[in-house]
């Protein structure tokens, strides 16, 4: 399962609620890249590290290939088609989006820039260039509510997919 999104549309809190309710890996690639130091140099402009996607694949691999495995990430187009059974974009109104952006400390081009990437809906079309047009869902994640909502639909379909292919 990948959840993939905007940054501040929930990845994170989706991706540990459902691994927690599910009983699934988490792995937040963001994470792992800070502390396996996954990094090929520094973008100035956008003030944070790049990451090293050959690396991250390496480092993921062994743990894709056992399954069961929830991935947290904003960005898609390096993952291996193989590695997603299923994938999630969340979807959040650029009026609470960028409240939550500006909360995290995002000022100026990076804010902007991610405020136009949601509305342009970039990381789902680039979803949607990167897999099955049948395997990527747009999912609502503005309240707890969209929340609530989101991980029941997640875990009919964990639940459907372990009765289809065990």
């Known amino acids: 399962v990948w959840s993939a999104g905007t940054p501040g549309v929930g990845k ?6 459902l691994a927690s309710r599910a ?24 003030e944070c590290p790049i990451l090293d996607e050959d ?20 960005g898609c187009d390096f993952f291996p088609e193989r590695w997603f059974h299923i994938v999630f974009v969340l979807r959040t109104e650029n009026s609470c989006l960028y409240d939550r952006l500006e909360s995290r400390g995002y000022t100026g081009k990076k ?17 949607v260039l990167s897999y099955k ?10 309240t707890p509510e969209d929340l609530e909502r989101n991980l029941d639909q997640i875990m009919q379909w964990i639940e459907q997919w372990m009765k289809d292919n065990n």
């Open 133 to 142: 047009r049948e395997i990527v869902h747009q999912l609502p994640s503005n």
């Open 12 to 17: 994170t809190t989706l991706g540990k609620e």
């Open 55 to 74: 690396r991250v694949i390496d480092e993921l691999e062994d743990r894709m290939s056992e399954g069961g495995v929830i991935v947290d990430y904003h």
């Open 111 to 127: 804010l902007q820039d991610n405020i136009q990437c949601e509305i342009f809906q970039t990381l789902y079309e680039e979803a």
């Open 23 to 46: 009983g699934l890996s988490y792995i937040n690639v963001g994470d792992l890249a800070k502390e396996g130091e996954l990094y090929e140099g520094f973008d100035e402009e956008y």
